[in-house]
């Protein structure tokens, strides 16, 4: 018995990222998968911090996530931060 598969797609827009479905079919509730796949994007990036959730439905079905974020933690971009090259004394 061959098990249907889908993917799910995360896109960063870059102060929000969208989630939705991509090539396959699904069957039963998309939702849980979306929802699954969005907390698992912001698990692998922890200096963001989500504000906002909505879904976006088709049909009545939910077809998207939208997510909303703050970014927490920024690099650090000082020339402290990369010392120069050559390691002679300034």
């Known amino acids: 018995m ?3 598969r889908f993917e799910i797609i995360h896109e960063d827009m870059g102060g929000w990222v969208r989630v939705f479905l991509g090539r396959g079919e699904p069957t039963g ?3 849980k998968f ?3 796949s ?3 994007w912001f698990r692998v990036h922890p200096h963001l911090r ?3 959730a ?3 439905s088709r049909n009545g079905d939910t ?3 939208h997510a909303w974020y703050d970014q927490v933690v920024f690099p650090d ?3 402290m931060a990369k010392p120069k090259s050559g390691g002679g004394k300034n």
């Open 63 to 65: 077809g998207e996530l």
């Open 54 to 56: 909505i879904l976006i």
């Open 77 to 79: 971009s000082s020339p």
């Open 50 to 52: 989500m504000r906002l």
């Open 34 to 36: 979306l929802s699954h």
């Open 2 to 4: 061959t098990q249907p």
């Open 38 to 40: 969005l907390t698992e």
């Open 29 to 31: 509730e998309v939702a």
